[in-house]
């Protein structure tokens, strides 16, 4: 099989020719049909994981994918040969990821893709939409709530706005004048933000009191929390800290997404329904798959997803 792969250390990723072995016991083989790009990804890429996490190369990249099983080892129940699935890669170890024409998974871990989802939109809900649904769930987003979501247009960041905005909040949501922000009010946003210029400004324009939750995706926490009202909260999922910001009066908290195929299928169901969008920004095939990592650094709107023929 062709895979977006790095040999060895200070190698540039690569489509190489690989062997996909049979499935085990309780394992399926997919063969895959389209995986996303996420941030972690550019890290691996760049290098910066190897001494932080184990890893066997050549290292796979991907975490996020969508196709169709193929082959189905001993002692599994669920997925058939010819099911539509998705899923997320959670292990710790580096090797196998999923910008491949092939995957070994558990297939307890998968999750069926409804009627009506392609694998593109299947492929981009994943690792993004799981990291929005457990932010919104920790800022206990409900009616009342004036939320700003900061990185909007990312792929956690469109998610969270439209989970947000079904909830009843009224969601502030920072956007590039233009198509970024005609963007996020198409997905539920009372309002844009302009990040680029005097953030706190626009904030107070159509918040005067501030708001009551932040929901941190992308840039400066300090920032964030002043526009918090007292005893307001924020989510971070980039890592940031109480010590990053100068509120005692505030809460906040770091959430690490938790994949589980409930939580993906539950939202592949939302996007079968008509009830969450998902917002592709650029699609690559594998063969050029290199160049879904850079578009992934650029201003994207979406998410960046691969497609193997």
Do not use: C
């Not at 990723?13 to 016991?25: F, L, N, T, W």
């Not at 963007?183 to 302009?194: E, I, N």
């Not at 169901?269 to 050029?288: C, F, I, K, N, R």
């Amino acid at each position: 099989m062709r895979a977006l792969a790095i040999e060895q250390r200070g190698a540039a990723p690569a489509v190489i020719e690989m062997k996909v072995p049979g499935p085990g016991p309780g394992e399926v083989r997919i063969a895959v049909e389209a995986a996303s790009v996420n941030g972690f990804d550019l890290a691996v890429a760049g290098g910066y994981v190897w001494d932080a996490m184990p890893h066997t190369f050549p290292v796979i990249l991907g975490r996020d994918f969508a196709g169709t099983v193929e082959d189905i080892g001993p002692d599994v129940t669920g997925p058939r040969v010819g099911d539509p699935v998705a899923g997320v890669i959670t292990a710790l170890e580096l090797g196998a990821g999923p910008i491949a024409e092939g995957l070994i998974v558990p297939a307890a871990a998968v999750a069926p893709v409804p009627a009506g989802v392609s694998t593109v939109q299947a492929a981009a809900v994943g690792l993004a939409g799981i990291t929005a649904l457990d932010a919104v769930d920790a800022l206990d987003v409900g009616t009342g709530d004036v939320v700003l979501i900061s990185g909007a247009t990312g792929g956690v960041g469109a998610f969270a706005v439209q989970l947000a905005a079904r909830r009843g909040a009224r969601v502030l949501a920072t956007a590039r004048a233009g198509a970024a922000a005609d963007l996020v009010r198409r997905l539920g946003a009372t309002a844009a933000v302009d990040h680029t210029a005097d953030l706190a400004g626009a904030v107070r324009a159509v918040a005067p009191e501030g708001v009551t939750k932040v929901l941190h995706a992308a840039g400066d926490p300090g920032v964030l929390a002043a526009l918090l009202r007292a005893g307001g909260q924020l989510v971070s999922v980039v890592g940031a800290t109480a010590d990053q910001t100068d509120r005692d009066d505030v809460t906040i908290t770091g959430v690490m997404a938790t994949y589980t195929p409930e939580k993906l299928r539950g939202l592949l169901e939302q996007v079968a329904a008509g009830a969450l969008t998902v917002p592709v920004a650029a699609t690559h095939s594998l063969a050029d798959a290199a160049a879904a990592l850079a578009d992934f650094g650029g201003h994207k709107l979406g998410k960046i997803v691969v497609t193997v023929p």
